[in-house]
């Protein structure tokens, strides 16, 4: 007995699945039959095609399947306007935010397309307001060391470089004078990290993180990407010594939660796309 069941019963032999799922399942002389299926990746298409719910997955849970809502009215110009209003969030509200909210941006996080349905990234949440503190520090100090390694006499970065060289100087002097230019004294952190060697990690952990970020804007929270952190950590892994990142993975975003303590009130103008037509 294989582990995806077609109730011959119910099955009306439409074809749908077989199409939705070009590897798994083959249609032969009117029946559907399953072939291959332990290169089965789980994405559940057959069951979420099938209108008499004549498949089952030993490892997909049905009830996680439920009917897709018809009165999902957004309209494409709705959908426009508010990927476009989203803003990176610099400035939080002193104000905690809630587990639960947390909760449902990593919930959502894990809808996220991945490379072969892998779903390999994990999500470490930090509300701890001293370690925020602590990775921001050591953040800001390895920018200082950065700088002060660039600017050194006879050491002469190209263009590229030099045009961060006053970021990395604000960092180190921000944290000089007491304030935190990498978090920004955000409440809460979410770093996705993933297996390095797969391909798909990258990638998988960029997707979750931009669900993540629409889901935050839409719950009227903040978040800014912080790729001053990814960067020093990439340099420097003894920044997160206490973070407990398993070996093998890697973190490949991260971004600062809160409630912004300010309100955009313009859209904002971005170069023209840079196309080609082909
Ligand atoms: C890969 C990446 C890294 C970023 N790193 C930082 C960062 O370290 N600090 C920060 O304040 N903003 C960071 N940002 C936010 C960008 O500065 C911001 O997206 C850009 O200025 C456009 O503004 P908007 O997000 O409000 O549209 C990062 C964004 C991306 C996509």
Not at 58 to 67: A, G, Q
Not at 71 to 95: G, M
Not at 103 to 124: K, M
Request: glycine fraction near 6%; hydrophobic fraction near 40%; include cysteine.
């Amino acid at each position: 007995m294989g582990k995806i069941a077609i109730d011959a019963e119910r099955c009306i032999s439409c074809g749908e699945c077989v199409v939705v799922c070009p590897s798994i399942l083959i249609a032969e002389n009117g029946k559907i039959k399953v072939v291959d299926e332990e290169h089965c990746n789980l994405c559940g298409h057959c069951l979420a095609i099938c209108s008499v719910e004549a498949i089952d997955h030993e490892d997909l849970d049905r009830r996680e399947f439920v009917d897709l809502p018809q009165d999902l009215n957004i309209s494409p110009e709705a959908i426009f306007t508010f990927l476009r209003s989203r803003r990176s969030c610099r400035v939080f509200a002193a104000k905690e935010v809630p587990k639960q909210s947390l909760e449902e941006l990593i919930d959502i996080g894990r809808y996220a397309p991945t490379g072969h349905n892998s779903q390999n990234f994990e999500f470490l949440v930090i509300q701890n307001k001293e370690l925020i503190r602590e990775l921001a520090k050591r953040t800001a100090v390895f920018y200082g060391n950065l700088y002060k390694m660039l600017s050194a006499p006879g050491v002469n970065p190209p263009p590229w470089l030099q045009g961060h060289m006053r970021g990395f100087r604000l960092n180190w002097e921000y944290h000089l004078e007491g304030k935190d230019r990498i978090f920004r004294n955000a409440p809460a952190l979410i770093i996705i990290h993933a297996p390095a060697e797969n391909v798909s990690s990258a990638q998988n952990c960029h997707l979750a993180m931009a669900h993540i970020m629409f889901q935050a804007q839409a719950m009227v929270l903040g978040t800014c990407i912080i790729g001053y952190f990814i960067t020093a950590v990439e340099r420097d892994p003894s920044i997160v010594k206490e973070l407990d990142i398993p070996q093998n993975n890697k973190i490949f975003t991260c971004c600062t939660v809160g409630y912004p303590k300010l309100t955009f009130r313009k859209l904002v103008q971005r170069k023209p796309p840079a196309v080609r037509w082909m």
